[in-house]
Nanobody, 119 residues
Framework: QVQLVESGGGLVQPGGSLRLSCAAS????????MGWYRQAPGKQRELVAT???????NYADSVKGRFTISRDNAKNTVYLQMNSLKPEDTAVYTC?????????????WGQGTQVTVSS
């Protein structure tokens, strides 16, 4: 099992910045992917950004150039720096941790943190 502790959500004005953090503990595989997903009211959950244990990143087109994902492997922590926030970024942001094994992968989810972009 992997436990995830998220922090950093809140209310910010359009154009502002927030930084989300997610720390993983427990049975962490050497090869893994950490990431953030979000779900706005009435919409499906969507990928925001992911980063592998090797440092490969992937971003949704809607956040490219504004959000930066990074990680500290020693702390098993992933960060999401969100700049130039827009009202449409308002959503519950949830951390995902994927252990990648030889035969299977295992997904774990955080509780979610609310990000509200509003004036």
């Amino acid at each position: 099992q992997v436990q995830l502790v998220e922090s950093g959500g809140g209310l910010v004005q359009p154009g502002g910045s927030l930084r989300l953090s997610c720390a993983a503990s427990g049975s962490v595989f050497r090869v893994n992917v950490m990431g953030w997903y979000r779900q706005a009211p009435g919409k499906q959950r969507e990928l925001v950004a992911t980063i592998s244990s090797g440092g490969m990143t992937n971003y949704a087109d809607s956040v490219k150039g504004r959000f930066t994902i990074s990680r500290d492997n020693a702390k098993n922590t992933v960060y999401l720096q969100m700049n130039s926030l827009k009202p449409e970024d308002t959503a519950v942001y949830t951390c995902n941790f994927r252990n990648i094994g030889t035969l299977a992968s295992y997904d774990y989810w955080g509780q979610g943190t609310q990000v509200t972009v509003s004036s």
